[in-house]
Each structure stands twice: as structure tokens, then as C-alpha cells.
């Protein structure tokens, strides 16, 4: 009986996902000792009444909120918003297979580290020559920097043009209980690159720390003795190869991943009606900025530029990119991208392995255009009109944020927070577009996985290197 490609088994295993989040939508209701634990914990008066809702079950976090508020008042309620949603959170036949995914993305996450190092160590040393890696590193590093340029000023072009945020309803703003505002400043961005102790990088997940030192590393490897050179680069190629077959090992259960962690997404969901109602036209161009970047920019510059077939590629990449959408991390998704360019799309492993791991943390096209897009449509919401000189500031923060952002979850709504300073708007703004940001995550980071390849593919062609597309 013939094998189910990947790709195919990933789309199966979204549309039930998809289907099983539906049926079993996630609902609030507070039982009596719930309700108890929560009066001891506030220790408010106010909380008596509480009793009134105790066992009803509400079908929106949202219907519960106003329920909540209606007792408590809206102050109360947004001090401690986070310990009543938790409280009220139910969904057991989400919640018995969600830890599925859960340890499916934590299997990925474990390897990530000891791939970008090997892999980048390795490209570095197959390289060679400094002029080599000088040269591969310019085009890398210009290619990354125009192709998020050109998705910011997309996303900037079609929320000047549509102004989503006219007239939006700031009464349902979210409260922004437990997001970390960033603490990163441009100046201490770029003083991440520079580690002063690499395994102190390493357990803070430094990924820019890492790329520095493994650049580093793999440079020097190429300027001591022979023999030292070719004992290092066969460990380091060996080592690779080991964590490549860890990973094919982990990929063969991405279905069952992909479903158990969609299936949360789709499940948590407010009411879409009312969501598309509330914030329809920012998702809108949010979406369709991606959109003409996914399929209109990208494969431009693949064909043009790189002079391969984009689509040929697009149809190689089905894997790597249903995984970057079912998990929203492109670090998560980095192993099954380097593996689709290089054994699908035929680049050498040179360049995979230098572009890919680089591209996983630096080139973040999808997180650019959609910082860009939000923190203009706060503004619209707020009243405020920004600026060219200010709108410029939002096109260079957007640009910057999206290199420090981390490839994981959610990583764009935290990096966000710079941006929104830089411009003096407030950081309750994000409240406004929470409710969609997982929703616009997953298409956010199939862009960005896509970006990275077309990358990896146009450098190969000016390389003078044949593929397969």
C-alpha cells in the first residue's frame, strides 16, 4: 500500500482539527469551589454575588466576561481577569489532547539549538575562504533586510488605504494581563549578538548570541592547522547528521502534533462572527498584506532574481510551511525547511545550512508587516494621526523588532511593545487586537518560513548552483 506523503497526512490532520475545535468549543463556567477559592484569593466584598453565575455555562469568553463585570465592575473584573478566565477555562476534550501537542513542540524545541549550531558550524566550514563567507553573508544579510523592507511597506500601503482602525470599538479592548512588555531596547538588541558567556546564551535561548558565536566558531575552524580543520569539520558534519535523524524520528508524529495543538486554537476562539464584525477589516489587511507578499512578491524575486520556478518550490515547501501554520514557530519548523530545501528544492548544503538557521532568527517578513500593520491600526483606533516622519520611525522599529523577535509563539505581540513606545502610543492598545493575534500568528510565520527558503533559493542560483526547480 503506497505511503501518505507528509504534506497530505499535516492537511488531513488540520481539517480535523479544524472540524474537533469546532464541536468541542471551549466554554466558561465557575463550580462553587472555584467561585470560593477566588473570593479567598481577591478578598472582596464585591465578589459575594458571585454565587448568581456559579455552574452556567457560557459559550464566549466573552458573554462570561460581561456576566463577571456585571457583578464584580470593570475594575475589578481587569485586576484579576487572568485568575477568572483561568478559573472558568473548560474544555476537557480539548485539554486531554492537547498535551500532545504540547510535548510534539517541546521535541522540536529540543533539538533546535544543537541543529542551528551544527548546521551553521558546518556551512560556515564548507564555505571557507573569508571572502567566501563575506560574500554569501552580504547577499544573505541584504536579501533578508529588502524582503521585509518590502513587506512593511505593503502592510503600510493597505492600512493607509483601507484604515481599518477608523471608527473601531475601543470599549472592546482586552486586558493585557500577563503579556511581557519587552524590556529590549535597539541598544541591548544588538548587545545580545555579542555574548559575554556562550552557555549563559544557550540557556536563555540567546538565538542571535548563538548565531554569532557558531559564525564565529565555524570561521576559526577554517583558519587552524589541516588537520585540526578536517577532525573538527567531520565532528561537527557528524554531529548534524545525528540531529537530522533525530529529527526525521520526531517529524514522523507532526500530524498527531498538528492536530492537538489546531485543534486548541480553533476551540479557544470567541465567536467568530463577533470577531470579524469587531476587528473584520484589520484582519482583512493584515491578511491580504501577507498574501500578495506570500504569493506575488516572493515568488517575483525567486523568478526573477533567483531565476527558478516559485511555484515548483511552493508545491516542495507543502511540509515545512502546514507546519509552520499549525504551530506558529519558525524554530519549531527550522529542521523540516532545512530538509525541503536541500533534498526537495536541491540547494547545496552549504548554503541551507548557513541561510536557513540565520534566516529562522533574522528574516521575519510576516512579523514585520503585521507589527507595522497593528501599530498603525492602534493608532487609527486611538484617534491618532501619525506622522510621514512617524510612520518612517514605525517602519524602522518594525524592521529592527522583527530581528530581535524570538521564533516562537506569540513572539511579534512582545516585540510590539517597542514599537508602540517609540511612537508614544499606549501599550493598552495591544488589548485591541489580541483576540485575533494567535489567529494571524499561524499566517505570520508560514510567511516567514516561506521568505527564508526563497532566500536560500535565490542566493544558491546567484551561487551558480543547478536545482531541481
Avoid at 95 to 123: C, D, N, Q, T, Y
Avoid at 317 to 345: G, I
Avoid at 438 to 445: A, S, V
Wanted: charged content about 15%; glycine content about 8%.
Amino acid at each position: 500500500m503506497k505511503k501518505i506523503p507528509l504534506h497530505w497526512q499535516i492537511l488531513i490532520a488540520l481539517t480535523l482539527a479544524i472540524i474537533f475545535g469546532l464541536i468541542f468549543k471551549t466554554n466558561y463556567k465557575l463550580d462553587s469551589m472555584t467561585s470560593e477559592n477566588i473570593k479567598r484569593e481577591i478578598g472582596s466584598d464585591v465578589l459575594d454575588d458571585l454565587g448568581r453565575i456559579e455552574n452556567q455555562v457560557y459559550p464566549t469568553q466573552q458573554a462570561y466576561r460581561q456576566a463577571i463585570i456585571g457583578i464584580t465592575g470593570e475594575q475589578t473584573f481587569k485586576k484579576n481577569q487572568s485568575l477568572f478566565i483561568k478559573a472558568a477555562y473548560h474544555n476537557p476534550a480539548v485539554e486531554a489532547i492537547h498535551w500532545i501537542g504540547e510535548i510534539f513542540l517541546k521535541a522540536l524545541r529540543m533539538i533546535i539549538i544543537p541543529l542551528v549550531m551544527s548546521s551553521l558550524i558546518s556551512g560556515v566550514v564548507s564555505i571557507g575562504s573569508a571572502s567566501n563567507l563575506g560574500r554569501l553573508g552580504f547577499k544573505t544579510m541584504f536579501y533578508y533586510i529588502s524582503t521585509s523592507l518590502l513587506a512593511i511597506l505593503t502592510g503600510l500601503f493597505f492600512v493607509n488605504l483601507i484604515r481599518p482602525g477608523v471608527g473601531a470599538d475601543l470599549n472592546f479592548s482586552e486586558v493585557v494581563e500577563g503579556l511581557e512588555v519587552s524590556q529590549s531596547s535597539f541598544k541591548s538588541i544588538l548587545l545580545d549578538i555579542i555574548p559575554s558567556n556562550i552557555f549563559k546564551a544557550l540557556t536563555d535561548n540567546n538565538m542571535l548570541g548563538i548565531i554569532f558565536f557558531s559564525l564565529l566558531f565555524g570561521y576559526f575552524i577554517t583558519r587552524v592547522a589541516e588537520g585540526y580543520r578536517k577532525v573538527l569539520e567531520k565532528a561537527f558534519n557528524a554531529i548534524l547528521e545525528v540531529i537530522m535523524k533525530m529529527t526525521e524520528f520526531i517529524i514522523l508524529f507532526t500530524p498527531l502534533g498538528v492536530f492537538a495543538l489546531v485543534s486548541k486554537v480553533v476551540a479557544d476562539q470567541d465567536d467568530l462572527i463577533s470577531l470579524a464584525s469587531r476587528l473584520g477589516l484589520y484582519m482583512v489587511v493584515v491578511l491580504l498584506g501577507l498574501f500578495i507578499h506570500f504569493f506575488i512578491s516572493l515568488p517575483l524575486i525567486v523568478k526573477y532574481i533567483g531565476k527558478a520556478d516559485p511555484f515548483k518550490h511552493l508545491k516542495n515547501m507543502a511540509t515545512p510551511l502546514l507546519t509552520a501554520f499549525s504551530t506558529s514557530s519558525s524554530a519549531a519548523t527550522m529542521p523540516l525547511t532545512l530538509d525541503a530545501v536541500e533534498n526537495k528544492s536541491g540547494v547545496s548544503q552549504k548554503i541551507t545550512n548557513f541561510t536557513i538557521p540565520l534566516g529562522t532568527t533574522v528574516n521575519m517578513d510576516g512579523t514585520a508587516l503585521y507589527e507595522c500593520v497593528a501599530v498603525i491600526f492602534i493608532a487609527q483606533a486611538y484617534g491618532i494621526d501619525l506622522s510621514l516622519g512617524q510612520q518612517l520611525i514605525v517602519i524602522i522599529t518594525s524592521l529592527l523588532a522583527s530581528i530581535g523577535a524570538a521564533a516562537v509563539p506569540m513572539a511579534g505581540l512582545v516585540m510590539m511593545t517597542i514599537i508602540l513606545s517609540a511612537v508614544g502610543l499606549p501599550m493598552e492598545g495591544i488589548g485591541l487586537i489580541l483576540a485575533v493575534d494567535r489567529l494571524l500568528d499561524m499566517f505570520r510565520t508560514a510567511t516567514n518560513v516561506w521568505s527564508d527558503s526563497c532566500g536560500a533559493v535565490t542566493i544558491a542560483k546567484s551561487e551558480g548552483e543547478k536545482l531541481h526547480i
